[in-house]
């Protein structure tokens, strides 16, 4: 018990080997962006050259305009960014809206409904794409993003992962509280509910724009080169008899970079509300 009084308050601080191993799996996750970063700054002759080359060449300036221009990702970054916006506000909103309901709310069929959201995450996606084509058709939005934003606003695993978050952090007598000084239930969603999820509503909304900015699947399905998001403005620096994979290698690049620029704008605070929530808890 007195070891235990004595290391309660003192921070662990990590040894050697710990700060190694976390070293070694830092660069074995960089290593793809490093390389996709040399193979950019290369021309297709020396790439296809063994061994490769295993640092920056002269040439990345003119390979990243190139990309920026066939592939048009200008456009193509301005409508990822409104797409995945889109999606991870209204996934965060409406996934903490039904985890809410189904972690503290009383009605029928609520283990059912919540049985049945959560077996529709083991059908494979690509049984839906038919119909769903079928339907933006009739409803004339091929080519437009509505398409692929409408489909994804909520997802099952967000509606689990905010039910299971709510179940534990909200306890159920605040809401009894706010029931008898007669708050409606939006007013508890909004004064009671939001504020105490807003650690996990900052680990859906990122996982939902992280998902969204790479979805390739419904998108080259849904949209064409004329309004493309990033994921099939890309496909078009692929095409040709022989495609320059130093330009595809700086459109990935391109493609990549506002994903690590939102990492590192908003990882801390997400990991800091992560760590809020864990001590409140």
């Known amino acids: 018990m007195r070891t235990r009084g004595r290391t309660a308050g003192r921070q662990l601080s990590a040894g050697p080997a710990a700060y190694a191993v976390l070293a070694l799996f ?6 793809p962006l490093l390389w996709t970063a040399v193979a950019a700054s290369r021309d297709n002759t020396r790439l296809a050259h063994t061994p490769p080359p295993l640092w920056f060449g002269p040439h990345l300036g003119r390979n990243l305009g190139i990309a920026w221009g066939e592939a048009r990702l200008g456009l ?10 889109s999606v991870a506000l ?43 084509f079928m ?5 004339g ?25 709510l179940a534990e952090a ?18 508890i969603v909004r004064h009671v509910v939001l504020p105490v999820a807003r650690p996990a509503m900052a680990v859906l909304g990122m996982l939902s724009f992280v998902q969204a900015w790479n979805d390739f699947f419904w998108p080259v399905i849904a949209l064409t080169q004329d309004n493309p998001t990033v994921q099939v403005a890309l496909t078009g620096l692929g095409r040709g008899y022989v495609p320059d994979q130093a330009v595809v290698m700086a459109g990935a690049l391109l493609g990549t970079l506002p994903l690590l620029l939102v990492l590192a704008l908003f990882g801390r605070h997400i990991v ?10």
């Open 26 to 31: 830092t660069a074995g996750s960089l290593l």
């Open 90 to 132: 209204g996934t965060v909103l409406f996934c903490t809206v039904a985890g809410f309901a189904f972690a503290k709310l009383r009605f029928r069929f609520r283990n059912a409904l919540l049985a049945a959201v959560v077996g529709t995450m083991m059908v494979p996606p690509q049984l839906s794409v038919v119909p769903l």
């Open 141 to 165: 939005w091929t080519d437009q993003l509505q398409t692929v934003v409408l489909p994804t606003l909520v997802s099952a695993f967000g509606v689990f992962f905010m039910r299971q978050y």
């Open 272 to 281: 800091g509300g992560i760590m809020r929530g864990a001590v409140k808890g």
């Open 170 to 187: 909200l306890p159920t007598e605040l809401i009894e509280a706010a029931r008898m000084d007669g708050a409606s239930s939006l007013r």
């Open 76 to 85: 193509a970054v301005l409508n990822t960014v409104l797409v995945a916006g």
């Open 135 to 139: 339907t933006v058709a009739r409803l």
